[in-house]
């Protein structure tokens, strides 16, 4: 008789609850399940219900027999309108049932772990797991160059650049993130990088999370070598066991489907929690190629009464069709960022406003000439993929590093950071669509041609999935 199968190697896929990261470790456990690995997602409640409202998201997790779910509350009710400071205040209460749920889920005799990918922004699983005897691999969601930003944070307050000392300081050059130095000012670090009391909480936090990543097994990062090499390569030296697996909705396009040649290109897989407004397709159907600007702040970005007026007169007056997505949470003060009304007609003849779009697919849309962005990594990404070319206007955290590789180290775009006026939006705008149009075009279609070659067979991101797969299939639960 043959000896009983050996059960597949199970992962556990753990990211912080938020639009951005749930999004990114998603695609890639949809990737490990491709690959026959036997996955556990731990989803927040909040999360999961507006996820798996969507048929279509629903059916693409269960077709795979070993995918599951595990849920947990972030200790607030369903219908409390989260914010971005909300995972502090309820960071203790996840943390504590987070353990638990570990623990019960390491010890089920029926489903041994292999190992788990924990949200590099929550290192607390590396040291618990190390307890449980789990290998544990970290997955930081932001893009490379950000994460080596942070991990130079001590560097920097060593060498004098941090803390930075007020506004008149804000375009001096940083010289102590190595490999990065012809790039970044202090305007271009993380905005939490912007305090002048060195112990605040969250720049405590987010340094000791990143540092202690070192202590993880391994290290994915969704990026690609030939797109942020200076970062990578710096990282490198501190995590030589790195994965960069990146874009990954890109290796969505080549390894979860194959198309036959006649049948039409393979709609983006989203993982949106919202409730996806496709009339802007049919809008965009009606427009002529490449002359709209899509204009999208991510899932967490707030802009008060100030910043709403300036970019609808901003927009108006630069004479371009664009398609706005403004959530129904966008406005600071609450209440909705309402198109001012000597612009009404103006709004209705050239533009589009939805509460969420499907974003991939608008990105590779023929009308759609360039994005408006916060610059976030996830819409970084997809906007390098759909090869458009970028005016950048981040809001915090991470985004003030990327929008700086947009506009200076890929040229394909250009950066309004700490500005919000109208007549430099519509210059700009007009930049990118306009006088510079050709020239950010090509750089930006031969970035979108390096990303596709990545996640091609035999590309970095490809080799690197597969090495990643190869070595989880090696490890013994
Ligand atoms: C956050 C941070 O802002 C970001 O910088 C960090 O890298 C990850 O977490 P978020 O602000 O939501 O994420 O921005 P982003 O990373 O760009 O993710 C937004 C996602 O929502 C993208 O995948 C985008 O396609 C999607 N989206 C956005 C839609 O599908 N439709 C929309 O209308 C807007």
């Known amino acids: 008789m043959d000896p009983p199968l050996a059960p597949p190697p199970h992962v556990i896929i753990f990211p912080l609850a ?99 990918i924990a949200d590099g922004i929550l290192t607390f699983t590396i040291d618990f797991a190390g307890d449980l005897g789990v290998p544990v691999i970290a997955f930081r969601t932001i893009s490379a160059s950000s994460f080596w930003a942070y991990f130079c944070i001590p560097r920097m307050i060593e060498s004098g650049d941090l803390p930075i000392k007020g506004d008149e300081d804000m375009d001096r050059v940083v010289t102590s993130v190595k490999g990065m130095e012809d790039i970044l000012r202090c305007r271009d670090l993380p905005s939490f990088c912007r305090v002048a009391d060195l112990s605040d909480w969250t720049l405590q936090y987010v340094t000791t999370q990143t540092l202690q990543t070192t202590r993880a097994r391994a290290l994915i990062l969704n990026s690609f070598d030939q797109l942020e090499g200076p970062a990578i390569s710096q990282i490198r030296t501190h995590f030589p066991n790195l994965y960069t697996i990146g874009p990954l909705h890109s290796h969505h396009k080549s390894r979860l489907s194959s198309p036959s040649p006649s049948s039409p290109p393979p709609s983006p897989a989203s993982n949106s929690i919202w409730e996806v407004d496709r009339s802007c397709i049919s809008w965009l159907d009606k427009q002529p190629p490449k002359s709209v600007i899509y204009v999208s702040f991510g899932s967490i970005t707030t802009l008060n009464r100030h910043d709403f007026t300036e970019f609808w007169y901003g927009l108006v007056n630069s004479g371009r069709r664009f398609l706005w997505v403004v959530r129904p949470d966008s406005l600071a003060e609450g209440g909705s960022g309402a198109v001012p009304e000597e612009l009404r007609e103006a709004v209705a003849e050239r533009g589009c406003i939805v509460g969420w779009a499907p974003q991939e697919e608008v990105l590779h849309h023929g009308a759609v000439a360039a994005f408006l962005t916060h610059s976030g990594w996830n819409s970084t990404l997809e906007s390098v993929v759909a090869g458009k070319p970028m005016v950048c206007w981040p ?83």
């Open 18 to 116: 938020a639009q951005g990261h749930v999004n990114s470790m998603l695609k890639l456990a949809e990737l490990l399940a491709h690959s026959g690995l036997r996955i556990t997602f731990i989803n927040s409640e909040y999360i999961h219900h507006r996820l798996l409202r969507h048929a279509d998201i629903q059916a693409r997790f269960t077709a795979f027999p070993d995918f599951r779910f595990k849920i947990i509350s972030d200790g607030l009710p369903l219908d409390h309108p989260r914010s971005s400071d909300h995972f502090m205040t309820t960071f203790s209460y996840v943390k504590s049932i987070t353990m638990q749920l570990l623990e019960e889920l390491v010890s089920a005799p029926d489903r041994p772990v292999t190992c788990i």
């Open 395 to 477: 809001f915090f955290a991470d985004q003030q590093v990327n929008s700086r590789l947009v506009s200076h180290a890929w040229k394909v775009g250009l950066d309004m950071k700490d500005v919000c006026d109208r007549e430099v939006l519509e210059r700009m705008v007009n930049g990118v669509m306009g006088e510079r149009q050709e020239e950010f075009a090509a750089d930006a279609g031969d970035l979108a041609r390096r990303a596709r070659e990545a996640t091609s067979k035999g590309g970095s991101s490809w080799d690197n999935l597969d090495r990643l797969i190869n070595d989880i299939r090696s490890m013994k639960p």
